[in-house]
Antibody, heavy 119, light 110 residues
Framework: EVQLVESGGGLVKPGGSLRLSCAVS????????MNWVRQAPGKGLEWVSS????????YYTDSVKGRFTISRDNAKNSLYLQMNSLRAEDTAVYYC????????????WGRGTLVTVSS | QSVLTQPPSASGTPGQRVSISCSGS????????VYWYQQLPGTAPKVLIY???QRPSGVPDRFSGSKSGTSASLAISGLRSEDEADYYC???????????FGGGTKLTVL
C-alpha cells in the first residue's frame, strides 16, 4: 500500500524554524517527483514546493523563496521541508504528495501535519 | 487571490448534474494540463481528474473534466450526498514556474 506520513509540525514563534519530514512506503520513492502543499485553516490549497526525483529541479512558490528549503533522501525514502524565518501566514496543514507527472497529478497525499506560527 | 478562478460555491439536488468552472490564462490552463482534486470534510485531497479529462481508476464515471482555451470545467452527473466536498482545479504555470490552484468550490448537495 502506498503511504505518505508527515511529521514535525507544531507550535513555533514568529521568526523560528521547523523541519517537516515525510516518510514514504509502498513505492519506489527515487523515481518520483515530490511536493509540499499547504492549507491554512479554513482556506484553500496552496502549492509550496516541488523537487524532482534526482534533485535536478527544485521550485518554490514566491512567498517562501529564501526561507524554505525542500530536500529528499532517496536512501531513506524521505522528503523534507526546512522552514526558517516563519511567519504567522505560514500557519497551515502541510501535506506531502507524490507527483505522478513532473508538475502535477498529486496522488496520493499524506494526512498532513499542522504548523502553527504564533507568539 | 488565486491565479485560477473558481466559483466559491455550487449546489444541486440528488440526481442533478452540476458543473464547476475554472478560469485561468495562457500561461497556465492555456498551455498545460488541468487537474481536479476533491477534498472531503476533514480529509486530505484526492485526485479526481488528470490531464484535463482523464479519470484515475476508482473514480466513478459520473465525474468528467473538459478544457477549452484558458478555461476548464468539472461536471458531476447523478449527484449524490457523498459528493458534498470542496473541489479544486490546478495547473502548472509557465510564468510563475509553479503549480497554481483555484480557490476551491464548496459543493452542497441539497
Amino acid at each position: 500500500e502506498v503511504q505518505l506520513v508527515e511529521s514535525g509540525g507544531g507550535l513555533v514563534k514568529p521568526g523560528g524554524s521547523l523541519r517537516l519530514s515525510c516518510a514514504v512506503s509502498g513505492f519506489t520513492f527515487s523515481l518520483y517527483h515530490m511536493n509540499w502543499v499547504r492549507q491554512a485553516p479554513g482556506k484553500g490549497l496552496e502549492w509550496v514546493s516541488s523537487i524532482s526525483s534526482n534533485n535536478d529541479y527544485i521550485y518554490y512558490t514566491d512567498s517562501v523563496k529564501g526561507r524554505f528549503t525542500i530536500s529528499r533522501d532517496n536512501a531513506k525514502n524521505s522528503l523534507y521541508l526546512q522552514m526558517n524565518s516563519l511567519r504567522a501566514e505560514d500557519t497551515a496543514v502541510y501535506y506531502c504528495a507524490r507527483a505522478l507527472e513532473p508538475h502535477n497529478w498529486f496522488d496520493p497525499w499524506g494526512r498532513g501535519t499542522l504548523v502553527t506560527v504564533s507568539s | 487571490q488565486s491565479v485560477l478562478t473558481q466559483p466559491p460555491s455550487a449546489s444541486g439536488t440528488p440526481g442533478q448534474r452540476v458543473s464547476i468552472s475554472c478560469s485561468g490564462s495562457s500561461s497556465n490552463i492555456g498551455s498545460n494540463f488541468v487537474y481536479w482534486y476533491q477534498q472531503l470534510p476533514g480529509t486530505a485531497p484526492k485526485v479526481l481528474i488528470y490531464r484535463n479529462n482523464q479519470r484515475p481508476s476508482g473514480v466513478p464515471d459520473r465525474f468528467s473534466g473538459s478544457k477549452s482555451g484558458t478555461s476548464a470545467s468539472l461536471a458531476i452527473s447523478g449527484l449524490r450526498s457523498e459528493d458534498e466536498a470542496d473541489y479544486y482545479c490546478a495547473a502548472w504555470d509557465d510564468s510563475l514556474r509553479g503549480v497554481v490552484f483555484g480557490g476551491g468550490t464548496k459543493l452542497t448537495v441539497l
